[in-house]
């Protein structure tokens, strides 16, 4: 089955610093990962997404990740933080189970970036 | 990025009464939508993977008869909370996607609070 798994509840970082969030993930064949921000009351916004190729995937606001296969990560970075990066952040796997493609969300970790 | 809109934003309805939300592809067709409930401060889950023209499938858990998922065309598919109750309220949220390996769109959710 496939799951995905984010450590941290909650990550705190100083506006300027470099930030990351974590993932891990566990699927049968090649993963689809991607990553997700949520505001209060609101849907999810796509930042990015792993296929294949590069392992350095760029997306939206500043964001990347880096796809790491022997760890089975998904970590999300960000070169210097701002205070609106402030949110809640979900990984997702995308995988086959039973012939069905799923779509698996972490269990969130919240950025808190502080002035 | 396409964009997908979930309708109504939030709804109060009585307890026994039926409620339908509706989420729609308004740039894209969609090939399969999934429905997912969050719970406050928490991940979102799954409840039913739905492909146009076929029987949505549903999570272990979810009661099938109590959530009535339609998915009659590309771009539109509904949830029904029929017979609701007050722990069924919840924030419910849509998304859509093409393939299976593309990313997945989301509605701006729906609160539903039954009193």
């Known amino acids: 089955a496939q799951s995905v798994a984010q450590p941290e509840d909650q990550v705190n970082v100083a506006e300027g610093n470099p930030l990351t969030v974590k993932c891990t993930y566990s699927?049968?064949?090649?993963?689809?990962l991607f990553w997700y921000v949520q505001y209060p009351n609101r849907g999810l916004q796509f930042l990015l997404k792993y296929i294949t190729g590069d392992n350095l995937v760029k997306g939206s606001y500043g964001f990347e990740a880096e796809f790491n296969k022997s760890q089975t990560s998904f970590h999300l970075k960000k070169p210097s933080a701002l205070v609106s990066d402030s949110a809640l952040y979900f990984c997702a796997v995308s995988g086959t189970t039973s012939g069905t493609y799923k779509y698996i969300f972490g269990t969130g970790t919240r950025l808190k970036v502080l002035a | 990025g396409a964009v997908v809109s979930q309708h109504p934003s939030r709804v109060i309805c009585k307890s026994g009464t039926s409620v339908k939300i509706e989420c729609r592809s308004l740039?894209?067709?969609?090939?399969?939508m999934f429905w997912y409930r969050q719970f406050p401060k928490q991940s979102l889950m799954l409840m039913a993977t739905s492909n146009e023209g076929s029987k949505a499938t549903y999570e272990q858990g979810v009661e099938k008869d109590k959530f009535l998922i339609n998915h009659a065309s590309l771009t539109l598919s509904t949830l029904t909370v029929t017979s609701a109750h007050p722990e069924d309220s919840s924030f419910y949220i849509c998304?859509?996607?093409?393939?299976?390996?593309?990313?997945?769109?989301f509605g701006q959710g729906t609160r539903l609070t039954v009193v």
């Open positions: 998304s859509a996607r093409v393939r299976d390996n593309t990313e997945a769109f």
């Open positions: 740039d894209f067709q969609a090939t399969t």
């Open positions: 699927v049968s064949g090649n993963p689809y």
